[in-house]
Nanobody, 115 residues
């Protein structure tokens, strides 16, 4: 069964950094296009960053220059390096891929940016 498991979230002070991980298992190809999304309390889920099978990356304007997405095909993992975190980055961060035309989501990892 296709599964995505996120980890690496936590509490960090403004200006700090975190690295999120997303490990895919089951029938998800190691080269699958993957994305990170986030949902803050009371807000809709939004796109954060994505990486294609060819390694092309894309970022939301709000995180460009601060966040970096990368992947390790051997480990079937995708990472999100988040630098200079701000309180507005506080959210539940999800990993997503599309398998057979169906969205596959992880359960999310929480990120809280607060002093």
């Amino acid at each position: 069964q296709a599964q995505l498991v996120e980890s690496g979230g936590g509490l960090v002070e403004p200006g700090g950094s975190l690295r999120l991980s997303c490990v895919a298992s089951g029938s998800i190809p190691s080269r699958a296009t993957m994305g990170w999304y986030r949902q803050a309390p009371g807000k809709e889920r939004e796109f954060v960053a994505g990486i294609t099978s060819g390694g092309e990356t894309r970022y939301a304007d709000s995180v460009r220059g601060r966040f970096s997405i990368s992947r390790d095909r051997v480990r079937s993992a995708v990472y999100l390096q988040m630098n200079n975190l701000q309180p507005e980055d506080t959210a539940l961060y999800y990993c997503k891929t599309i398998l057979g035309g169906t969205d596959v989501w992880g359960k999310g990892t929480p990120v809280t940016v607060s002093s």
